[in-house]
């Protein structure tokens, strides 16, 4: 046997080498790819009932939600009315509202008034 016969024993065993490592690679990784596809099974089965429950309750949080909305509307509707009445009112009774706005201010004037009064018997009191 000479060089060149060496020489084809050494490639053909390194060839085979290679061969067993890519046959070892491909089978590993058919293995991760079995271990991939039972794992996306698994999540695929915990998630649907997961997500038919959270399409259940969204479903029931809609319903109170429209009512309300429709409640939200009408209080607006209602505060819109009340805004327009008074300011018509206001518009057409500016006298009314000055008379109104002096019978607070003297109404705020005579509560601020009566307390002294009351701090003052207080400290009467304490003093006999």
Known sequence: MGPG??????AASSL???????????????????????SLKSITAET????EEVTTTVTLVNGPLHSLNKITK?????????????????DKNGLAMKAAGVIL????????????????RRSSEEQE
């Open 16 to 38: 085979a080498i290679i061969a067993a490592a890519i046959a070892y690679a491909v089978v590993r990784v058919g293995r991760f790819i079995d271990e991939a596809k039972l």
């Open 74 to 90: 009408s209080a607006e509707e209602l505060t819109e009315k009340i805004t327009s009445a008074t300011g018509s009112f206001m």
């Open 48 to 51: 649907t009932p997961l997500l």
């Open 105 to 120: 201010t003297a109404a705020q004037m005579k509560k601020g008034a009566s307390k002294p009064r009351k701090s003052r």
């Open 5 to 10: 016969g060496i020489a084809t024993i050494i």
